[in-house]
């Protein structure tokens, strides 16, 4: 059974970094496309930004193109977002999941805030 695990989230001022990590239990190295997805109070799970197998093609939504930025280390099954430059309206629980996603882990709250 899939099972994702999300890590790296904590409480940020505006302008501040994080970096999010995934673990997949050997299911990120064996998936083409990997995608981050996120959840703000009250909102429905967006998706953040994906990548293909070799991570040379990646997609990031509009409202963090330029800021995040999503890598992958297949050999350690692991899934990376690197959080530039955030704001208040970044302030959700992040997760990993395929494009088409299966069971969702606990995710990792994300939360920034002067």
């Known amino acids: 059974q899939v099972q994702f695990v999300e890590s790296g989230g904590g409480l940020v001022q505006p302008g501040e970094s994080l970096r999010l990590s995934c673990t997949g239990s050997g299911s990120i190295r064996s998936t083409y496309f990997m995608v981050w997805y996120r959840q703000a109070p009250g909102k429905q799970r967006e998706k953040v930004a994906s990548?293909?197998?070799?991570?040379?093609?990646?997609y990031y939504e509009p409202f963090v193109r330029g800021r995040f930025t999503i890598s992958r280390d297949n050999a350690k099954d692991t899934l990376y977002l690197q959080m530039n430059s955030l704001i208040p309206n970044d302030t959700a629980v992040y997760y990993c999941?395929?494009?088409?996603?299966?069971?969702w882990g606990q995710g990792t709250q994300v939360t920034v805030s002067s």
């Open positions: 990548i293909n197998y070799v991570g040379d093609v990646t």
């Open positions: 999941n395929k494009d088409s996603p299966v069971n």
